[in-house]
C-alpha cells in the first residue's frame, strides 16, 4: 500500500495507459515451436518469428523451454528484425547440438 505522501495518478486516454504523465508501454508476447535442427559447434541457426506490433529497435526478451538449460555451452539472442518480425538466434559452443523442437516465448518491449 502506498503512503499518503505518494500519490500515484493512473488513467487511460485513447487506449493509452499512463501513471502521472508516463505513458506505459505494451509488452508485446508470442509463444511458437521453434526447430533449430543440428547446430554444428561454433556455428548458430537463425529462425524467425511473427510478433505483431514489433518494430526495429525493440527490445527482446527470448525464453526457452526449461529442457534447454541442460544443453551446455549455447547462447540463445533476439531481435527486430523486420517489421513484426522477431529473429532468434541460437548457436552452439565447443559441441555440436540438435536440441528438438520446443515451445518458446518471446517478449518485445516497446
Do not use: C, H
Amino acid at each position: 500500500m502506498l503512503s499518503d505522501k505518494i500519490k500515484t495518478e493512473v488513467y487511460r486516454f485513447l487506449n493509452k495507459v499512463y501513471i502521472g504523465t508516463s505513458e506505459i508501454k505494451p509488452i508485446l508476447t508470442a509463444s511458437t515451436s521453434i526447430t533449430f535442427g543440428e547446430v554444428l559447434a561454433g556455428e548458430f541457426s537463425i529462425q524467425t518469428v511473427t510478433v505483431t506490433g514489433a518494430a526495429l529497435g525493440d527490445a527482446v526478451l527470448v525464453t526457452g523451454p526449461p529442457s534447454m538449460y541442460s544443453i551446455g555451452d549455447k547462447m540463445v539472442q533476439g531481435w527486430v528484425s523486420a517489421a513484426n518480425t522477431v529473429s532468434v538466434k541460437f548457436s552452439a559452443g565447443s559441441a555440436t547440438v540438435n536440441p528438438a523442437t520446443q515451445g518458446w516465448t518471446i517478449k518485445v518491449f516497446k
